[in-house]
């Protein structure tokens, strides 16, 4: 199956740095990748919607001056949490396709974001 | 109301059971339906993907629907422990990949040996 590659799978950062995590399609190429952010014993929520090569479309409550992304390529998308807080401190994992139908959809492996 | 409800659980059964995970949707709407694994600190893996009422069946895994009721079920045979995991449903509108999916909150399974 398709492959998707998130890096770093865990980051321990002090309060107000920036943060930036990385999504990668191995295998196939992505138009659209998502963001979701997961608290413990919660379900995911979407943040974002990335297109390549355009603006993400973010969800609502979602800040988008705090979570930038990028999605400059149709393999890599970023998602960078900037001047980060603990309330920050989640799990974000992200979402992409090879196609057109949500049967092929394929998750990042995630990464925990703890900020002391 | 939440437009998906899964019971958190935990759900602990001995190896060999059968366990059955459920799910209530209030969006009548929804018209595909799917179950995630997810391990701990993982990203969650597509189980099962059905878009009809019914059943379908995969393995030890068979995906129950009745959009009559607006409920979903996943069951699965002679659990192992390496099923011992977080399973959530998730349904959406469209078969787009841009579709939203809606998740719910995921049932912690753990099988015991």
């Known amino acids: 199956g398709a492959v998707v590659s998130q890096h770093p799978s865990w980051v321990i950062c002090k309060s107000g740095t920036s943060v930036k995590i990385e999504c990668r399609s191995l295998?196939?190429?992505?138009?659209?990748m998502f963001w979701y952010r997961q608290f413990p014993k919660q379900s995911l929520m979407l943040m974002a919607t990335s297109n390549e090569g355009s603006k993400a479309t973010y969800e609502q409550g979602v800040e988008k001056d705090k979570f930038l992304i990028n999605h400059a390529s149709l393999t890599l998308s970023t998602l960078t949490v900037t001047s980060a807080h603990p309330e920050d401190s989640s799990f974000y994992i992200c979402?992409?396709?090879?196609?057109?139908?949500?049967?092929?959809?394929?998750f990042g492996s995630g990464t925990q974001l703890s900020v002391l | 109301q939440k437009e998906v409800e899964q019971d958190p659980g935990p759900l602990s059964v001995p190896e060999g059971a059968i366990v059955s995970l459920n799910c209530t949707y209030s969006?009548?709407?929804?018209?595909?339906f799917m179950w995630y694994r997810q391990y701990s600190r993982k990203g969650p893996e597509l189980l099962m993907y059905?878009?009809?009422?019914g059943n379908k069946e995969d393995g030890r895994f068979t995906a129950q629907v009745d959009k009559s009721s607006k409920y979903i079920s996943l069951f699965i045979r002679d659990s192992q422990p390496s099923d011992s995991a977080t399973y959530l449903c998730?349904?959406?509108?469209?078969?787009?990949?841009?579709?939203?999916?809606?998740f719910g909150q995921g049932t912690t399974l753990q099988v015991k040996p």
């Open positions: 998730a349904m959406s509108v469209s078969s787009s990949n841009t579709g939203k999916l809606i």
């Open positions: 979402r992409a396709a090879p196609g057109t139908v949500n049967e092929k959809l394929f």
């Open positions: 295998d196939f190429q992505a138009t659209t």
């Open positions: 059905t878009y009809s009422s």
């Open positions: 969006n009548s709407a929804f018209q595909y």
